[in-house]
């Protein structure tokens, strides 16, 4: 599905304000978009805990040139386009919202380039005015967004950020969740130009475990045991960790590939597996 504004009145039914509250925030939404678009491999550089530099890279389908613009627009999606294509959504994302809120408090710049196009474009978009600027790059297959100086227009809201280590752990405890969601993904974390995480998409048991382990960390994987359940169309798998005191104090909590908090576990899901 192509990417267009929803109409008025869907746009109203769905829309959830979208704020950006702090640079993991940020990461969530452009990470989530890599994985919808079918990523592989995902490559997330911080500079500054988030606050100058936040500039993630995938290998996923891209933005046809005349998509760039909308893309950036309010309400522009191609998860949906009428409300009852909620009933089937398996996006994580799907109200068109983030990019736009992103780059109303940035200096923001989406690259892309779809398989069957020859050159690159990429979208430039500054503050409150919205205007997308479009000009040719040089890409490969996939995306790449940029979001420089993160609440550059909004000195209030620049002012309640945490220190560079405060937020780089926010983002960083994010990415672990993803990482433990979407094990067929590569996903690379570097901050002020030095690599922080490595985690290698796994595919086989043994895989899963070092996945597991580079998460968690290895006094869990040394004390933990693997659950695998099927009920009717219901699937539940994972780890658990015997009662340990070498065990760190990690419970995360995954729906249909989606981190779920605690208190968020007992909502409905339409796709199955845990």
């Known amino acids: ?65 005349d998509e760039l613009g ?25 109200r068109g919202e983030a990019l736009a809120s992103i780059s109303s408090v940035s200096r923001l710049t989406l690259t892309s380039r779809p398989a069957d196009q020859e050159q690159a474009w990429a979208a430039y978009a500054e503050g409150r005015d919205m205007e997308v600027q479009l000009k040719p790059a040089a890409h490969p297959v996939g995306s790449t967004l940029e979001v420089l100086d993160l609440f550059f227009n909004t000195p209030a809201r620049r002012k309640f950020l945490r220190t560079e280590k405060t937020e ?36 086989t048991q043994i895989q899963k475990e070092r996945r597991l382990a580079a998460v968690c960390g290895s006094a869990f994987l040394d004390h933990a045991l693997a659950v695998e359940l099927s009920h009717g169309d219901l699937t539940l798998t994972g780890w658990i960790c015997t009662p340990q005191r070498t065990c760190p104090k990690r419970h995360s909590v995954l729906l249909c590939e989606r981190p779920h908090d605690e208190g968020q576990a007992d909502q409905p899901c339409d796709p199955t597996g845990v």
């Open 70 to 94: 909308l893309a950036l627009s309010r309400h522009a999606t191609s998860k949906i386009a009428t409300l009852d294509d909620l009933e089937a959504i398996m996006s994580l994302g799907f």
């Open 168 to 203: 780089f752990a926010h983002i960083d405890e994010l990415l672990k969740r993803i990482a433990l969601s979407r094990m067929d993904v590569t996903i690379n974390l570097r901050h002020n130009g030095k690599m922080v995480r490595q985690y290698r998409a796994a595919s």
């Open 1 to 65: 599905m192509p990417i267009q504004i929803l109409p008025a009145r869907l746009a109203n039914q769905i829309a959830a304000g979208e704020v950006v509250e702090r640079p993991a925030s940020v990461v969530k939404e452009l990470v989530e978009n890599s994985l919808d678009a079918g990523a592989t491999r995902i490559d997330i550089d911080i500079d500054k805990g988030g606050s100058r530099t936040i500039r993630i890279r995938d290998n996923g389908k891209g933005i046809p040139k």
